[in-house]
């Protein structure tokens, strides 16, 4: 599922026009980016979690290049979601 696949079952479901959707999809993608921007994370129960991972500078041992420190967003699946996808085991 992407964006437009997520923006056109809000707008069927919850009869909005796509614009009405695209604004919220958008709205709701921006407070995620804004919390994980601003250092934060965003937890929704039973989905899972959005976090930063701060990665520290090394050295790669096959080009022998330095890699500079990043930071990457990073998503951890929630107990649930994890038990639907396994097929009801844990």
């Known amino acids: 599922m992407n964006k437009s696949d997520l ?13 009405d959707a695209t604004a919220i999809i958008n709205l ?10 601003n ?3 965003v937890e929704i129960r039973g989905f899972g979690n959005f976090s930063v991972r701060q990665y520290e500078d090394r ?5 022998r290049t330095d890699t500079k420190p ?6 951890r699946a929630g ?12």
Do not use: C, H, Q, Y
């Not at 056109?8 to 614009?19: D, F, N, Q, R, T």
């Not at 709701?28 to 921007?37: C, K, P």
């Open 39 to 41: 250092g934060g994370r």
């Open 7 to 19: 923006i056109a079952i809000l707008s069927s479901k919850e009869k909005l026009k796509e614009k």
């Open 28 to 37: 709701i993608f921006d407070g995620f980016t804004r919390a994980l921007t």
């Open 79 to 90: 107990k649930e979601i994890k038990e639907k996808v396994n097929g009801g085991r844990p």
């Open 59 to 63: 050295r790669n041992s096959l080009d």
């Open 70 to 75: 990043n930071k990457l967003p990073f998503f």
